[in-house]
């Protein structure tokens, strides 16, 4: 019996991964120091799942805690979630965040190393195109960051491809997701933000549930459709589904690999705050307002090379992300807590 190590596990994209991975009958080890989340959301995996999965409380700073894990366990392959991901917190915390995503990276690849375990899938960003200029972006579009935040994503980016180059034995998937949003269709697990919600969708859900007045839409003068920003929203689901066949693509990657995990298909806020309202029968005050500094006007993927490469594309739509966020979140109005 081998395991598949899930750094960050607890959080939002890693516990909707460990929910398909135990649904796909792997063994499942979730290494959190739940700075962002709480073994409650693993607990209910295992309950949606009806499996168990191990449930450590551990630092990725932390080699020590680190080596242990696989001291103790057979590990066949690590999907790396753990980071720190407020962009705004990363401008005012620039040290911490390299220190938590660089650092920690390179912690974790080093004792993978000296166990001898080399299969790595890693996650990255589209903030790594910056203000991309060709739409939709290809795995080849010029890399860039414009906060601490991307330019940890980036870093590791070059740090795991220098390694790869000076030991070929190493098989890293790069995931590059674009916006991932909604949340297991049970409605027992989602997304948990602390304090006030920085992105779009936990915004709306809480507006949704009377926690917050109205949503302020940032920016209505961008050379989109409506004026509002244009993202490429997936189905966390969807996602998870990715890091799936990922795993099964590291049998066979020569070396390292980047590759986007998005619809191909761009929505604007707009688009989104309708489809919430009419899907869930609900109004959702807004305002327009000012741009959001650092924001750009359109991001959206060209997912051909995931459905090439991994035999995966995304299932979900607008309706269903609109409709699974909403159902987490009236569900579970204080989130986990
Ligand atoms: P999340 O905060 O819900 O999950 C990250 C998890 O990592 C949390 O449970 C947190 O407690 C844990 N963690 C952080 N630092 C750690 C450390 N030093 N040691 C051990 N655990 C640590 O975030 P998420 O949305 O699930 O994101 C997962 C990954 O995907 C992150 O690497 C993030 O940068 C990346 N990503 C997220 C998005 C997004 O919009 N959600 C978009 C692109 C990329
Ligand atoms: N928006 C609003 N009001 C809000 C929140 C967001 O109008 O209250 C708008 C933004 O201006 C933007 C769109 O909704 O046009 C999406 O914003 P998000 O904050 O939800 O997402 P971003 O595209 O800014 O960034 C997200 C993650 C990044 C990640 C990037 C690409 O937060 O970490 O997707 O994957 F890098």
Not at 66 to 87: G, N, R, S, T
Not at 176 to 194: K, L, T
Not at 215 to 226: C, E, I, K, M, R
Request: contains cysteine; negative net charge.
């Amino acid at each position: 019996m081998s395991y598949v190590l899930l750094t960050g596990g607890a959080g939002y994209i890693g516990s909707h991964t460990a929910l398909a991975l135990l649904n796909a009958n792997e063994q499942v080890i979730s290494f959190d120091n739940y700075h962002n989340s709480s073994s409650e959301s693993l607990k209910r995996v295992q309950q949606l799942s009806g499996r168990s999965l191990i449930d450590i409380q551990g630092d990725v700073l932390d080699s020590q805690a680190l080596a242990q894990v696989f001291e103790q366990y057979p590990i066949k392959a690590v999907i790396h979630f753990a980071a720190l991901k407020a962009v705004g917190e990363s401008t005012a915390k620039p040290l911490w965040y390299y220190e938590n995503n660089v650092t920690g990276t390179i912690n974790l690849c080093k004792v993978m190393s000296q166990y001898g375990v080399k299969k790595l899938v890693f996650s990255s960003s589209a903030t790594v195109y910056g203000a991309a200029e060709q739409m939709p972006i290809h795995e080849s579009a010029p890399r860039s960051a414009t906060n601490p935040y991307g330019q940890s994503k980036l870093m590791i980016e070059h740090i795991l491809a220098d390694l790869h180059s000076s030991d070929p034995d190493w098989k890293i998937a790069v995931l590059r997701y674009f916006n991932p949003v909604g949340a297991d269709a049970s409605g027992m697990i989602g997304e948990n933000p602390n304090g006030i919600p920085n992105n779009l969708m936990p915004f709306i859900t809480q507006v949704a549930v009377g926690k917050r007045d109205k949503l302020q839409v940032f920016g209505s003068d961008y050379p989109t459709a409506d004026g509002t920003g244009v993202r490429d929203f997936i189905h966390v689901s969807d996602l998870a589904r990715g890091h799936l066949a990922a795993l099964g693509y590291l049998q066979q990657v020569q070396g390292i690999d980047y590759i986007n995990l998005g619809t191909g298909q761009g929505y604007s806020v707009l688009d989104v705050i309708h489809s919430f309202s009419k899907v869930n029968q609900l109004d959702i005050p807004y305002v327009l307002t000012d741009r959001r500094p650092g924001d750009i006007a359109q991001c959206y993927a060209d997912p051909s090379k995931a459905a090439q490469v991994l035999k995966w594309t995304t299932e979900k739509t607008l309706e269903d992300m609109v409709r699974d966020s909403w159902n987490w979140q009236k569900n579970n109005p204080n989130g986990y807590n």
